[in-house]
């Protein structure tokens, strides 16, 4: 009977090194812009728990200002994906 023959595997090959490091640097913006968005989402919550009845702007708006800090927060979050 015939012998079937074998099925060779190919060998591995690591994909090759990027020379160009310019991409892998995030841009000086993006920390600080994190960090702001981030302390204003939570400074705005703080201040809604702490003083929504003598601020205006922040009794007007009701639960909406949880939303609104936590959409900072997000944002910042977001930002901090770009960060390397």
Same mark, same amino acid.
């Given at each position: 009977? =015939?012998?079937?023959?074998?099925?060779?595997?190919?060998?591995?090959?690591? =994909? =090759?090194?990027?020379?160009?490091?310019?991409?892998?640097?995030?841009?000086?913006?993006?920390? =600080?812009?994190?960090?702001?968005?981030?302390?204003?989402?939570?400074?705005?919550?703080?201040?809604?728990?702490?003083?929504?009845?003598?601020?205006?702007?922040?009794?007007?708006?009701?639960?909406?200002?949880?939303?609104?800090?936590?959409? %900072?927060? %997000?944002?910042?979050?977001?930002?901090?994906?770009?960060?390397?």
């Amino acid at each position: 009977m =015939p012998k079937s023959r074998s099925r060779k595997k190919a060998d591995y090959i690591s =994909p =090759p090194e990027r020379t160009d490091k310019s991409q892998a640097v995030s841009g000086r913006w993006v920390a =600080p812009t994190m960090i702001a968005l981030l302390l204003i989402g939570l400074t705005w919550v703080v201040l809604y728990y702490v003083a929504a009845s003598s601020i205006d702007l922040l009794s007007s708006l009701g639960a909406w200002n949880i939303a609104i800090g936590f959409g %900072f927060m %997000f944002a910042g979050l977001m930002v901090a994906t770009r960060w390397k």
